[in-house]
T-cell receptor, first 115, second 110 residues
Framework: DTEVTQTPKHLVMGMTNKKSLKCEQHMGHRAMYWYKQKAKKPPELMFVYSYEKLSINESVPSRFSPECPNSSLLNLHLHALQPEDSALYLC??????????????FGEGSRLTVL | AQSVSQHNHHVILSEAASLELGCNYSYGGTVNLFWYVQYPGQHLQLLLKYFSGDPLVKGIKGFEAEFIKSKFSFNLRKPSVQWSDTAEYFCAVRDDKIIFGKGTRLHILP
């Protein structure tokens, strides 16, 4: 089991829907991440929050909107997605902020299907 | 920007065979190196990591990796694989963010 909890595990949405993915960790980690993983591909970094501030945005389309309400929670708001956005969305956390050594702890992911 | 390459995309071995998966990163300086494993239907788990010190790093489940600075390499090894090692293996490097290699799909024949 992982200490990073993601909900929902599966999500199906239409292109006009608005939905959110949620991630929670209680390890006291100060950096949280969203990655996108397509089938048989490596995880691709989307966003990084360090000490609750957005520190990295990998040129992600605005239909994906991250939010970090506090140091334990990370959300990814989804609006007007395209079918090609269907993927496994992974949340991760690390003890220190970006640029500091430390491994990532991953959640099990939210599998998103856009119809 | 830093990048990482994995040479083997798909490896098939019999149980008890020895394993070596290649990983190279693009440039020197201070880097942190990782190997992650993703078992079918499971989350990414850390196998081992290198930050500094002894270049031979031991991880979980009998895996080890050797950091060779002159070759920009961090190859993963296991002397005797088991069927349960069937998984996808990702090498990763961190400078300001963690970047993953394309992964190696390992299939162990019973």
């Amino acid at each position: 089991d992982t200490e990073v909890t993601q909900t929902p595990k599966h999500l199906v949405m239409g292109m006009t829907n608005k939905k959110s993915l949620k991630c929670e960790q209680h390890m006291g980690h100060r950096a949280m991440y969203w990655y996108k993983q397509k089938a048989k591909k490596p995880p691709e970094l989307m966003f990084v929050y360090s000490y609750e501030k957005l520190s990295i945005n990998e040129s992600v389309p605005s239909r994906f909107s991250p939010e970090c309400p506090n140091s334990s929670l990370l959300n990814l708001h989804l609006h007007a997605l395209q079918p090609e956005d269907s993927a496994l969305y992974l949340c991760a956390s690390s003890q220190s902020g970006t640029g500091s050594p430390g491994e990532l702890f991953f959640g099990e992911g939210s599998r998103l299907t856009v119809l | 920007a830093q990048s990482v390459s994995q040479h083997n995309h798909h490896v098939i071995l019999s149980e008890a065979a020895s394993l070596e998966l290649g990983c190279n990163y693009s440039y020197g300086g201070t880097v942190n190196l990782f190997w992650y494993v993703q078992y079918p239907g499971q989350h990414l788990q850390l196998l081992l990591k290198y930050f500094s010190g002894d270049p031979l790093v031991k991880g979980i489940k009998g895996f080890e990796a050797e950091f060779i600075k002159s070759k920009f390499s961090f190859n993963l090894r296991k002397p005797s694989v088991q069927w349960s090692d069937t998984a996808e293996y990702f090498c990763a490097v961190r400078d300001d963010k963690i970047i993953f290699g394309k992964g190696t799909r390992l299939h162990i024949l019973p």
